[in-house]
């Protein structure tokens, strides 16, 4: 196992996500608990050090089992992880209840890494309002109690709601958790976030590294394209290479769901080996060249907002539209939207086509709309 230095904690490399822990019967809520003992003892051996789960995984049942599992090891032998569920409303009010609730069902005192989850559209201006909810003074308060060790957030919002909380709360967080993979380091912005966190001194945790098993395998020509480079590599390590390269990257989480799956990335996190310039490119021209079907390629002029009768922020509905689209549905448009009023929505346009005579990539805009809306059931 490689290792990184976090304020003078050595975290294995490797994170052991309990998101997509073995099921029975295909219930997402019935954990196969003996399967889960088993990997966390294949990955305790292996060297993993930092095991994240959350309040909401698996029906909420993640973080039992996975307290259950730890708790049959030194609670100074490893790095626990859980989150504050500010994606659901009716949590904004009860940080206290269900931090308390955590302690309990983990069987810890404290928790080594806590972090606000999923700071996005629907939620930042509730995190943000501490005077109502009162979720960052509570947790503050935590940490200079010694049950929060380091806080931290994860993010899945766009770079106005990233810089948002960082204005508000960038100086008191110790690290931050994006989806970043080969294909979100352009299609997610995840360049351009990074590069931002690195401004405010903030390392980067990792999660979908492999875009929720999209990229564990890959069309023949890109995997031929791949193995030329490297005949040694199995296509799932390109992704986690890919991520070894970036410098501010200091955890990588993986959401392993079958002992197969843990001992293929421990043998991947057995050593350092970073792409080359040549590497790198060829990755990320595999990146363009999958994101190219099913979407559609705007590059965000902002000709067409001047345009629109309505004043819809075009691009940005577009570019919802590309990762609904490519991902084949998910959370992660419909939550965008979820935070703009109805005459917003992409059913609000008028399909009137003014945007149409003065867009330069000539997308056919009114018609993406009108399918956007139907993906969504509008």
């Known amino acids: 196992m490689i290792y990184r230095n976090f304020q003078g904690l050595k975290l294995s490399a490797l994170g052991f996500g309990a998101m997509r822990l073995p099921v029975i019967d295909g219930d997402d809520s019935r954990i196969d608990e ?25 029906g909420e049942n993640s973080e039992w089992v996975m307290g259950r599992a730890l708790s049959r090891y030194p609670r100074d ?42 700071v996005c559209e629907m939620n930042v201006d ?67 976030k990074v590069e931002l966190l690195r401004q405010w001194g903030i390392p ?19 995997a031929s394209a791949l193995k030329a480079l490297r005949p040694d590599e199995e296509i799932p390590a390109w992704a986690f290479r890919f991520l070894q390269s970036i410098p501010s990257v200091t955890m990588i989480l993986s959401g392993m769901s079958s002992q197969e799956q843990l001992e293929k990335n421990l043998a991947t996190f057995a050593e350092d080996r970073e792409l080359n310039e040549e590497e790198m490119q060829t ?46 549905g998910g959370f992660i448009a419909p939550m965008a939207l979820s935070a703009l009023p109805d005459d917003k929505q992409p059913q609000a346009c008028l399909q009137c086509r003014s945007c149409e005579q003065v867009c330069p990539q000539q997308i056919k805009i009114s018609e993406v709309l009108a399918d956007f809306s139907q993906k969504l059931g509008g």
């Open 34 to 58: 003996a399967a889960t003992f088993g990997m966390v003892d294949t990955a305790i051996r292996g060297g993993i050090n930092y095991y994240d789960t959350a309040w909401g995984y698996h």
């Open 77 to 118: 032998s490893f790095y626990l992880a859980t989150k504050f569920p500010g994606y659901d409303a009716s949590n904004w009010g009860k940080v206290k209840e269900i931090f308390e609730r955590q302690l309990e069902k983990l069987g810890v005192e404290y928790f080594d890494f806590y972090l606000f989850h999923n």
């Open 126 to 192: 509730a995190y943000l309002d501490d005077a109502k909810y009162g979720i960052y003074s509570y947790l503050i308060e935590q940490k200079r109690l010694g049950r929060i060790k380091h806080l931290g957030f994860s993010c899945h919002g766009s770079m106005p709601v990233l810089k948002r909380f960082l204005d508000a709360y960038g100086k008191d967080m110790e690290f931050c958790q994006l989806q970043l993979n080969y294909l979100d380091w352009t299609f997610q912005h995840g360049k351009e």
């Open 204 to 222: 980067v945790w990792v999660m979908e590294p492999l875009r929720g098993g999209k990229l564990a395998s890959l069309p023949p020509e890109h």
């Open 283 to 328: 990755l990320l021209d595999i990146a363009e060249k999958m994101l190219s079907r099913g979407t559609v390629p705007c590059t965000a002029c902002h000709y067409c907002v001047s345009h629109c009768p309505m004043g819809l922020d075009i691009p940005h509905l577009l570019s919802l539209y590309n990762e609904h689209a490519y991902t084949g």
